[in-house]
């Protein structure tokens, strides 16, 4: 059972803004940094933020992290047909000593 | 361009061993941490062990603390997964994933992952 956890599914139709969010405790998201990671379907995972709002290299600025506390935030604006795809937040988590991942969120372009 | 290569998975039975390895190239191997992530059928994703750039320290998750132990050999760029004591829950595509230089802690570069089965 993770200790991260993250609403199932999000939806809309193109263009829309779709948020979700990703939800830990002190000892991970609280003290350390989030990434948020993107895995289409049938493929590996990819990085898409890094350091709770870093974009990484050839990711669209449409994408955007941001992070409070011990929760942190994943948002798509002009939401496309290829964003969809499961979404996973991830941080260090020093109590675990361990990297945990988030439950992950499933987006579904309508 | 950086390539991490799985090899070693396929179907065993409950109770018995299975060794992965990830073949690493495109970038210096013995400067980088280097993780197992897994994916159960259906499910989301389960960090399951680390090893620093020298492999002087290991971590694993409480679920295969004691049955899996991590390696690398830096002469061979590889890393390793020795996985005993196999359990049906411990099902899934493990990926090898490379941890990105310096201080940040997240994975840069992903292997495409090796399907491990374990049933009777």
């Known amino acids: 059972q993770s200790v991260v956890t993250q609403p199932p599914s999000a939806s809309g139709t193109p263009g829309q803004r779709v948020t979700m969010s990703c939800s830990g405790r002190s000892s991970s998201i609280g003290s350390n940094s989030v990434t948020w990671y993107q895995q289409l379907p049938g493929t590996a995972p990819k990085v898409l933020i890094y350091?709770?709002?870093q974009r990484s290299s050839g990711v669209p600025d449409r994408f955007s992290g941001s992070k409070s506390g011990t929760s942190a935030s994943l948002a798509i604006s002009g939401l496309q047909s290829e964003d969809e795809a499961d979404y996973y937040c991830a941080a260090w988590d020093d109590s675990l000593n361990g990297y945990v991942f988030g439950t992950g969120t499933k987006v579904t372009v309508l | 361009e950086v390539q991490l290569l799985e090899s070693g998975g396929g179907l065993v039975q409950p109770g018995g061993s299975l060794r992965l390895s990830c073949a690493a190239s495109?970038?210096?191997?013995?400067?980088?941490?280097m993780s197992w992530v897994r994916q159960a059928p259906g499910k989301g994703l389960e960090w399951v062990s680390a090893i620093s750039d020298n492999g002087g320290s290991t971590y694993y998750a409480d679920s295969v603390k004691g049955r899996f132990t991590i390696s690398r050999d830096n002469s061979k760029n590889t890393l390793s997964l020795q996985m005993n004591s196999l359990r049906a829950e411990d099902t899934a595509v493990y990926y090898c994933a490379k941890r990105v230089e310096g201080t940040w802690y997240y994975f840069d570069y992903w292997g495409q992952g090796t399907l491990v089965s374990v049933s009777s």
């Open positions: 495109g970038f210096t191997f013995s400067n980088c941490a």
């Open positions: 350091s709770n709002n």
